[in-house]
T-cell receptor
């Protein structure tokens, strides 16, 4: 198993540009999520999905879109990048349902710099 | 609402000494508590979790954590620190699930430095 994979590892954007951060998992997990990590703020939830075709907003969703067409993939889209979106982005996945105890597994992260 | 507090931004400990990284939480129902570790330029790695049962939870790399319901704490501990334990540690919590949504609420992290 590759686990949770993310691409790219690093990206530089100009303000106003768009891009998609890719996330894939091969563990057949229903639940997938995107977090951003900023210094002194820990990780904050952007969007999440409990299964294909189902997505919902987290704590900091503004400026980001997601979709979940397959169980494996959960891309995060920045429609018009802003310097405030400079951050490290992590994708995570786990089993869902009643499994609150289920462990989330994280990808290696994407470091994004918006100029 | 769920929340987690890690009161120490930085913890320094000498190699071979015991270490403690503190975490307190707030949830409305039964807490599900997790510790993750992040090494430089890496993703988060799962260390251990408390769901129910024994208050002392043992995890990876010799780490353990003690759940204390009366003090709403879940401190991470290790009897003898290694230089390789130096990393950023995150405590996380989630409340009793209603919808199967499994997202976590994280603390701000504690940077552990083990001094040779």
């Amino acid at each position: 198993n590759a686990g949770v994979t993310q691409t790219p590892k690093f990206q530089v954007l100009k303000t106003g540009q768009s891009m998609t951060l890719q996330c894939a998992q091969d563990m057949n997990h229903e639940y997938m999520s995107w977090y951003r990590q900023d210094p002194g703020m820990g990780l904050r939830l952007i969007h999440y999905s409990v299964g294909a075709g189902i997505t919902d907003q987290g704590e900091v969703p503004n400026g980001y879109n997601v979709s979940r067409s397959t169980t494996e993939d959960f891309p995060l889209r920045l429609l018009s990048a802003a310097p405030s979106q400079t951050s490290v982005y992590f994708c995570a996945s786990s089993y869902s349902g009643s499994g609150a105890e289920e462990t989330q597994y994280f990808g290696p992260g994407t470091r994004l710099l918006v100029l | 609402a769920q929340s987690v507090a890690q009161p120490e931004d930085q913890v320094n400990v000498a190699e071979g000494n015991p270490l403690t990284v503190k975490c307190t939480y707030s949830v409305s129902g039964n807490p599900y508590l997790f510790w993750y570790v992040q090494y430089p330029n890496r993703g988060l790695q799962f260390l251990l979790k408390y769901i129910t049962g024994d208050n002392l939870v043992k995890g990876s790399y010799g780490f353990e954590a003690e759940f204390n319901k009366s003090q709403t704490s879940f401190h991470l501990k290790k009897p003898s620190a290694l230089v390789s334990d130096s990393a950023l540690y995150f405590c996380a919590v989630r409340d009793t699930p209603l919808t199967g949504a499994n997202h976590l609420f994280f603390g701000t992290g504690t940077r552990l430095t083990v001094i040779p």
